[in-house]
């Protein structure tokens, strides 16, 4: 305790100019004061507090430091410019803020001024979604203020709340500070390196401590506070006695009318005190909340006279909020609802100092998943990790409105700007707000798809420098980071969500996640195809290849990435080794005898150690690009396995597999065959048909699959009516479609550069209706046609409902439950956030005639069979 009383009486010093801090010490004092309660002294404001003391020299304070930190082993954070204070309070007058005679906004209506908004963050930690999302409905409302009052004093306003002296730090200020200025979030009024008295300045409350005193004196000379001369034990008691009476606690008044001798008597003694509020007599606090509506409270019964100027001279938290609001003329605050017992007493304050009330706004709490307020458990909440975690600024303010608050219809992407368009107090929800991780993710790869490549290969850069995976000494401006982040990026665009979605997939493409031997596998898709014998087989292939030097590798790993990086991507030839390697595939399938997922998921594993992923030729690419003598990547850091060390590891991996799983296991012989043909020409249907038994049946891709039901998507038929070309997208066609609502929905689709629009208006499509709404570069679009393309997208055509499918009607596929709430398509939201058709849509393929299937069953209608120019394609 004599730590904590010594260095907020050296900081109130500081801060207030060493007028008052001794004013709250205990000690003797040799005179009585000059304040009195009469009428006739009411108007010397804070007559009763100035006190005389001895001057305070550079030396005393210093010495005052170096004694407490040798006795006690701290450190005193003197901060804000206080050392030089300190230096020159001996020397010369130091300027202090001053508290003005009127309010800025005295008379007037604040809801008809022009908007003045504040956050005011307390340094005492990170700045969490929870105040970042307060920040940006105050950013929002004065963004919009200033484009209807121009040239007005409309503000986002930066005030840092650091009362609380135990606890705030200058790490914690600037922590916050960089948050805001990384979301966007920029103040037009706000704290500085140097104190500033000119405007509404200064905006730290450690450095408004004279305000404070001069607002404390106003309110003692016109008899609305007092002082109270209570010992902490005298108030413990107080306290235990009403709970024991089961009232709720509070201060009695013993002092509010304490006789004016009694009160000089304790002075002359040196006792310490509060100042305390006088809360008027049967007085009642009512605001007009806007998102609460009108809310009220008893003012007596419920706070009692509460404190402004604790004992120690450091001004409570409550009152200076009331006096700066009143002071910076704020119109509206906007904050969370935590706060809003905090309304009473500021309230009280503002209205005893004659000043007008701001309009408030009291934001729901944000909670977790599990409907618990959102904390650390939850996972990230502080603005820095988003950061770290790739996740884009525009994307986090998109997402953070949303909690809380919509426009009215079904958008959920807005840019900056419309945000500030769109963005209304009134339409704020009272209810609480879930924090939705998935939905966040979604949210920022909307905002991805916007960008341009550059622009996100600039943040994959960063987030390999924050995955601690580069070379000691590599800049962000090295050109060999910036190729490296580029095919990265290139490599994983497609399921990229945050931008470090590319530095971890590309942490998974150096990796190598194959065992050392059979009995170590734990992948159980991996173990079963493994069963099934073709991995032995062509495992050993690739590695005889290779060790004959015949494998197919990059020599020039940036030109596979070449389609993915031209600008006429279904243009662009395959490089040398993209070729090479798909000629020895075929070679290998024929050999091998085998095709398809046979041939392709064994070669995958072998060669990358998954059982899933991107293209092979340029996840090979990329780890050459990293294997590289002049590569920017740390190969023990990023844990790269190269291709030799690959091959290696391969060779034991292969050797530990069992022999019953070292070919493919036979279905049935040829011999079995032939006289099962010859039974059935001998026997009857019925013979026929018992002998068939001994073949056994192909296998059903339904029996495997575990995915979303394809009742899951909504796809109905529809007829485009309205073709036109996107102004700004030179790959998009905006359209309207009648898919049999009351009003045509407006799609958006790829198909500039494949067909012509006169060719398309009129046409029945397919139209995939339960995807939520979002921008095409600024065109609303809700829903997707269904296309087939072939393998390298080089052709694409639409998939067909037949002549006399009617529009409006839901697409079905044999042997899957369309009827009741089972066969219902799933939400639009369930369909983004689970991203149901991402997961469906490597099953939607065409057959070798053309039909769309779903596991080897044909789209249908009440017409027939859906049809599309495409064989062997894929549907999209």
């Not at 090295?478 to 290139?490: E, I, M, Q, R």
């Not at 799983?661 to 036979?666: I, L, Q, W, Y």
């Amino acid at each position: 305790m004599h730590w904590a009383k010594s260095a907020m009486a050296l900081m109130v010093t500081l801060a207030c100019g060493s007028r008052m801090a001794s004013a709250f010490m205990r000690q003797p004092v040799a005179r009585r004061s000059a304040f009195s309660t009469s009428k006739s002294n009411q108007k010397v404001p804070g007559a009763g507090l100035r006190r005389s003391r001895p001057q305070v020299s550079s030396d005393s304070l210093i010495s005052l430091i170096e004694r407490l930190q040798k006795e006690e082993g701290k450190h005193l954070d003197i901060r804000f410019g206080a050392t030089q204070l300190a230096a020159t309070v001996a020397d010369q007058e130091v300027e202090k803020p001053q508290l003005p005679p009127t309010f800025p906004l005295q008379g007037k209506n604040p809801l008809e001024a022009p908007p003045r908004m504040r956050f005011a963050p307390s340094p005492t930690g990170s700045l969490h979604v929870g105040g970042a999302r307060t920040a940006l409905y105050n950013w929002l409302v004065a963004k919009k203020g200033q484009m209807d009052f121009p040239g007005s004093n409309s503000a986002f306003i930066l005030r840092v709340e650091d009362t609380d002296l135990a606890r705030s730090t200058k790490e914690s200020e600037e922590s916050v500070l960089a948050d805001l200025r990384w979301l966007g979030l920029l103040w037009d009024e706000g704290p500085s390196d140097k104190i500033d008295l000119t405007g509404c300045g200064p905006y730290r409350q450690s450095e408004r401590g004279n305000i404070y005193i001069q607002a404390a004196e106003k309110l003692l000379a016109e008899g609305k506070a007092y002082r109270c001369f209570c010992t902490p034990e005298e108030l413990e008691e107080m306290r235990a006695q009403q709970e024991a009476a089961g009232i709720p606690p509070r201060y009695d008044g013993r002092w509010r009318d304490a006789p004016e001798e009694e009160v000089n008597k304790m002075l002359d003694e040196g006792r310490p005190y509060t100042i305390r509020f006088k809360v008027p007599a049967n007085a009642r606090v009512v605001i007009e909340d806007v998102v609460r509506g009108t809310i009220s409270w008893d003012a007596e019964a419920t706070v009692g006279d509460f404190i402004l100027l604790r004992s120690n001279g450091v001004p409570v938290y409550n009152f200076c909020v009331a006096v700066d609001d009143a002071l910076m003329g704020i119109t509206t605050v906007v904050r969370a609802e935590e706060h809003l017992t905090n309304t009473v007493r500021q309230a009280l304050v503002l209205d005893s100092l004659d000043a007008p009330r701001p309009q408030y706004a009291h934001c729901s709490l944000i909670l977790g998943e599990d409907k618990q307020k959102l904390s650390k458990r939850h996972g990230a909440t502080s603005c820095n990790q988003f950061r770290l975690d790739g996740f884009l600024p525009d994307a986090m303010i998109n997402y953070l409105a949303l909690l809380g608050w919509n426009d009215g219809s079904d958008n959920e992407i807005f840019t900056r700007e419309e945000l500030i368009d769109a963005f209304e107090l009134d339409r704020v929800v009272k209810s609480p707000s879930v924090f939705d991780m998935e939905k966040l993710r979604w949210v920022n790869s909307q905002h991805m798809k916007m960008l341009p490549m550059f622009y996100i290969v600039d943040l994959v850069k960063e987030q390999f420098q924050f995955e601690d995976m580069l070379k000691d000494g590599v800049e962000l401006t090295d050109l060999g980071l910036a190729d490296f982040a580029t095919c990265s990026t290139a490599l994983a665009k497609q399921m990229m969500q945050v931008t470090k979605d590319a530095v971890l997939n590309a942490k998974t493409v150096l990796g190598y996640g194959l065992p050392a031997t059979f009995a170590e596998l734990k992948d159980e898709e991996a173990i079963s195809m493994i069963k099934r014998g073709n991995f032995y087989n062509l495992a050993s292939k690739i590695i005889e290849d290779y060790e004959a030097g015949k494998f197919p590798l990059p020599t020039d790993p940036m030109r596979t990435f070449q389609d993915a990086l031209g600008e006429d991507m279904e243009k662009t030839t395959p490089c040398e080794f993209t070729q090479g390697y798909q000629a020895h595939m075929k070679a290998m399938a024929k050999e091998m005898k085998v095709k398809g997922k046979n041939l392709f998921h064994p070669v995958r594993l072998a060669l990358t150690g998954e059982m899933s992923g991107q293209d092979v030729t340029k996840q090979l690419s990329l780890l050459t690009m990293a294997s590289m003598e002049d590569s920017v990547i740390d190969s023990n850091k990023a844990g790269l396995v190269t291709i030799p060390e690959r091959m290696e590891r391969l060779k034991k991996f292969c050797a530990s597999i069992p022999e019953e799983f070292r070919s493919p296991a036979e279905t049935a012989s040829t011999e079995d065959k032939k006289k099962t043909s010859d039974k059935k020409k001998e026997s009857g249907t019925t013979n026929a048909s018992q002998s068939a038994g001994a073949v056994a049946a192909p296998k059903d891709p339904k029996d495997e699959y575990d995915g979303p039901p394809i009742s899951a998507l909504d796809i109905r038929v529809g007829r485009i009516t309205k073709v036109w070309e996107h102004e700004e997208a030179d790959k998009l066609y905006c359209e309207e479609i009648d898919v049999g609502e009351d009003e045509p929905r407006t799609v958006a689709s790829g198909l500039r550069p494949y067909m012509n629009a006169e060719d398309l208006e009129g046409k029945k499509v397919l139209v995939l209706c339960n995807l939520k709404e979002r921008k095409m570069v600024g065109f609303p679009s809700h829903g997707m046609v269904l296309c087939a393309s072939n393998a390298d997208h080089t052709e694409v055509k639409l998939v067909n409902p037949p002549i006399d499918a009617k529009i409006g009607e839901r697409v079905t596929v044999p042997d899957f439950n369309f009827e009741g709430e089972d066969g219902e398509p799933f939400a639009e939201n369930k369909v983004g956030k689970k991203k149901v058709f991402e997961k469906i849509a490597p099953f939607l393929v065409t057959s070798k005639y053309g039909v769309p299937e779903f596991l080897g069953r044909p789209f249908m209608t009440s017409a027939g069979v859906c049809t599309s120019a495409i064989p062997d394609g894929t549907v999209s």
